[in-house]
């Protein structure tokens, strides 16, 4: 069963980091790019970062490029941003995602607020 346990989100202020990680299981996970998406209150999901399967490739959404790194773990099964510089646009449910397959974790919630 294809599973995404994603975490480490919480209220944090304006400028801060903050670090998320997205534990994956029940697929080969060194046969799938990974990506983390993110929906705001009353807006749809929207794309935030991409890193293949080796991490020889990265992109990102621009909203986010220059803030946010995706890197993965291939021996823990694990996906990360790091998110520097946080705004309150930053605001929402963040989801990890790995492509072709459609499962989706419950999210974790990240709040950037003074």
């Known amino acids: 069963q294809v599973q995404f346990v994603e975490s480490g989100g919480g209220l944090v202020q304006p400028g801060d980091s903050q670090t998320l990680s997205c534990v994956a299981s029940?697929?080969?996970?060194?046969?799938?790019?990974m990506r983390w998406f993110r929906q705001a209150p009353g807006k749809e999901r929207e794309f935030v970062a991409q890193?293949?399967?080796?991490?020889?490739?990265?992109r990102y959404a621009d909203s986010v490029k220059g803030r946010f790194t995706i890197s993965r773990d291939n021996d823990e099964n694990t996906v990360y941003p790091r998110m520097n510089s946080l705004k309150s646009e930053d605001t929402a449910v963040y989801y990890c995602?790995?492509?072709?397959?459609?499962?989706w974790g419950q999210g974790t919630q990240v709040t950037v607020s003074s």
């Open positions: 890193v293949t399967r080796n991490s020889v490739f990265r």
């Open positions: 995602h790995a492509d072709d397959l459609d499962y």
């Open positions: 029940g697929f080969m996970f060194t046969d799938y790019s």
